[in-house]
């Protein structure tokens, strides 16, 4: 299921990226995140009802619950940018997400979470790019083309490849 998930998250990150830096039209790149975050939403509710009909452990539920921070990462900016919704709650809802990942990647580099510690400096990139959107979207600072130039790298180096990798049984 990861490896799927993530090879849609690699393409969304370097689609907004390469919207952005390109100058196309915001109602574009909604697309690409409504499929993404429908996607991720709906995998990870399945793996949520699998998990209580098959009484997993409480890890089972924290890797649903990161994946649904995704899920409503991409779903929450295609709306936003459908609607021309007001992007500030959307700032804060990544400020969240971008202090979640500081635990999440500590979980996988220090206890060994998820099998690889490569995950506690995936956890940490997204992170970075999390905050990015507070700091654009809520805080309302110009930080030029960084962000979309972080998306596209962090969608081919910690979403494209490792998902793939995933698919192809090439990665634990």
Request: with cysteine; net charge positive; proline share 2%.
């Amino acid at each position: 299921m990861l490896g799927t998930i993530l090879l849609y998250v690699g393409i969304v990150l370097i689609s907004n990226g390469l919207a952005t830096i390109l100058e196309v039209k915001d109602k574009s790149m909604a697309v690409m995140n409504l499929f993404t975050g429908g996607l991720s939403l709906i995998l990870n509710i399945i793996a949520l009802g699998y998990g209580i009909v098959s009484g997993q452990d409480a890890l089972w539920f924290y890797g649903s619950a990161t994946g649904l921070l995704f899920a409503f990462t991409y779903l929450y900016s295609a709306i936003n940018t459908i609607f021309q919704f007001d992007q500030r709650l959307y700032g804060w809802f990544s400020l969240f997400v971008a202090i979640n990942a500081v635990p999440a990647g500590a979980l996988c580099i220090f206890s060994g979470y998820g099998g690889n510690a490569v995950y506690g400096v995936i956890w940490w990139a997204w992170g970075l790019l999390w905050l990015t959107g507070f700091l654009t979207c809520a805080l309302k600072k110009n930080l030029g083309k960084f962000p979309a130039y972080l998306s596209v790298i962090e969608g081919v180096v910690t979403a494209w490849i490792p998902g793939f990798l995933m698919l192809v049984g090439l990665w634990k």
